[in-house]
């Protein structure tokens, strides 16, 4: 019997994969970085703090690499096209629309890609606000710093008293 439980014993290997490369550590923003773009070009422009001006239909037909970036269809209008799109992904990002966690991160990567897109056409009107409380009120504490330093100098130069002359000697 003894013989029979030692031939049954069962060894568990885990086998970890080798990460496929290390781009990670060569890249400037990772997973998250992005996501934190995304959150806040989104929440801006739904906010109403940015504009994006959406390419036409007519810039739209140039070649141009905005033309490439957004998907077309001759049979349907390219300017409503691309809006409808950009809405979709963010129905996709936002979780309104049901998708898979591939489909979500597809769908923040093409949104950040828009955002970058945007930016470099010089599509984007605003300012995109963080969404890092911390971050704003330290801003803004510097800029209160700055400018009561401003009044400060302003008001010495306006309130310096004024050198008296002296009455000519006889």
Avoid: C
């Amino acid at each position: 019997m003894e013989n029979n439980s030692q031939d049954k014993k069962l060894i568990k290997v885990t086998i970890k994969r080798k990460s496929e490369s290390n781009t990670d550590a060569l890249t400037l923003f990772d997973e998250t970085d992005i996501r934190k773009f995304v959150t806040e070009f989104v929440s801006s422009w739904i906010r109403g703090d940015i504009i994006i001006r959406f390419p036409t239909a007519a810039e739209l037909a140039k070649k141009t690499p905005l033309s490439f970036a957004f998907p077309t269809d001759p049979s349907v209008n390219a300017e409503l096209k691309i809006k409808e799109h950009y809405v979709d992904l963010l129905s996709v990002v936002a979780g309104i629309k049901q998708a898979s966690a591939e489909e979500v991160e597809n769908a923040v990567s093409e949104v950040f890609k828009m955002l970058l897109m945007f930016r470099s056409a010089n599509r984007i009107e605003g300012k995109i606000f963080s969404n890092d409380l911390q971050k704003r009120v330290e801003e803004l504490e510097k800029t209160q710093i700055t400018q009561g330093k401003l009044v400060e100098q302003i008001t010495g130069f306006l309130f310096k008293p004024k050198a008296q002359k002296k009455a000519p000697t006889i």
